[in-house]
């Protein structure tokens, strides 16, 4: 979006409808799973590449939502561990986070100062997009309000 580059080619995911025979896992061990790791403090996206790589009890699971029927998201919010701001938004609150730290270092860093800027119109546009939803509604972005929320 803002560079002139062109973007990459996405891959898609096989249209599977059903999970693979090998993976017969059971839907309770799942979510039992999603919720310890979710508990542990990993972001969906964790949760799915430990399931992905590490499995129930030595099974692994290629796809949440085809074993389950729900997606991580769904799962976290049935079980009320969810994370209290989006993983997208919380990602790009890290960054920004950083870039200022980097920032306040390298002062002449101006390719730095262009990400920085960037990155902060994404959260301020994904802010608007998750307000009164997932976030308080008077909720604004800020420096001060990103190191708040991530510690």
């Not at 803002?2 to 059903?18: F, I, L, N, Q, V």
């Not at 993976?23 to 430990?50: C, F, M, N, Q, Y």
């Given at each position: ?12 995911k ?8 090998w ?6 061990a ?27 009890d ?28 989006p ?17 306040d270092?390298?002062?002449?860093d101006h ?41």
């Amino acid at each position: 979006m803002h560079t002139r580059r062109r973007g990459s080619s996405d891959s898609d995911k096989p249209a599977a409808t059903e999970p693979p025979a090998w993976s017969d896992v059971d839907e309770k061990a799942i979510e039992e799973r999603v919720v310890e790791l979710a508990e542990a403090g990993h972001s969906p996206s964790e949760i799915g590449v430990t399931l992905r790589d590490e499995g129930v009890d030595g099974t692994p699971v290629p796809d949440v939502s085809l074993a389950t029927g729900k997606k991580v998201t769904e799962i976290l919010e049935e079980h009320d561990a969810e994370p209290e701001i989006p993983e997208d938004l919380r990602n790009l609150m890290e960054r920004a986070v950083r870039l200022r730290e980097h920032m306040d270092e390298n002062p002449g860093d101006h390719q730095n100062k262009r990400a920085l800027q960037n990155s902060e119109a994404k959260i301020r546009r994904l802010v608007d997009y998750y307000r009164g939803d997932e976030l308080d509604e008077a909720f604004t972005y800020s420096y001060d309000a990103a190191v708040d929320l991530l510690e």
